[in-house]
């Protein structure tokens, strides 16, 4: 018996992988094909791309394919206690910069300051950029 397992982390490849499967089984590679997805409960915690159980059995109505043999399987939260919600990238990336150790800079503060210094010392204007590329031309 042939079985192939798809998980699917973005709606549109939920789509793609049950044409996948569905072409599958008629071709004969397998005999099963495996769907696995996050329930709707657990969904509300994802991206807003990730498939939920009730959109991907509404694509496997929409697309025909309810009468092969397909096995949807529905994974919920892990835990009794409250998921936590959402949180945005920014949200995530804020905190951990507030949570992140506070590094000494390396190196001497002189010797950066000299280094700018000196960079300062050589700093010169610079003539024209469509002087300087006929010049470039003419060399």
Known sequence: MGVEILFSARADLAVVGLMHLRKSIFQGTIDVGIIIVPDNQLSAFLTGRAPNLEEVLKYVVDMGVAHLPLIVIALGPNSARAALAKQ???????????????????????????????????????????????EMGRV
């Open 88 to 134: 945005s990238k920014m949200r995530r990336k804020t905190q951990a910069l507030r949570t992140a150790p506070r590094r000494e800079p390396l190196g001497e503060t002189g010797k950066k300051l000299q280094a700018v210094r000196a960079g300062a010392r050589h700093a010169y204007p610079t003539g024209d950029i469509d002087q300087m590329i006929a």
